[in-house]
Nanobody
Framework: QVQLVESGGGLVQAGGSLRLSCAAS????????MGWFRRATGKEREFVAS????????YYADSVKGRFTISRDNAKNTGDLQMKSLKPEDTAVYFC?????????????????WGQGTQVTVSS
């Protein structure tokens, strides 16, 4: 099982950009799919984006498509979420997660490891 640590959250104005990073420990990270989820205050956890183990397949929630880009670097055991044109409704705690299945999935139950989360706040 891999251990995950997110970084890069913060406060940004609407229309701005942020880049979240997820550092993974463990030699098997390259065989895991990686995903990003978020939870806004008072709301349920929401799928954001997923990338397959090889990085060849990407999947996005409709709410972020065209604004967010997920990527990974298996040589460095890292994954990123580039967020542009941020909106106040993007405000949430963002979590990265890893899935042994290796393919992209929006289902939280498919993910085996989770980070502790990083806060993103978008002001209007």
């Amino acid at each position: 099982q891999v251990q995950l640590v997110e970084s890069g959250g913060g406060l940004v104005q609407a229309g701005g950009s942020l880049r979240l990073s997820c550092a993974a420990s463990g030699r098997t990270f390259s065989s895991y799919a990686m995903g990003w989820f978020r939870r806004a205050t008072g709301k349920e956890r929401e799928f954001v984006a997923s990338i397959s183990s090889s990085g060849s397949n990407l999947y996005y929630a409709d709410s972020v498509k065209g604004r967010f880009t997920i990527s990974r670097d298996n040589a460095k055991n890292t994954g990123d979420l580039q967020m542009k044109s941020l909106k106040p409704e993007d405000t949430a705690v963002y979590f990265c997660a890893a899935a042994k299945v290796g393919y992209t999935t929006w289902r939280p139950s498919m993910y085996d490891s989770w980070g502790q989360g990083t806060q993103v706040t978008v002001s209007s």
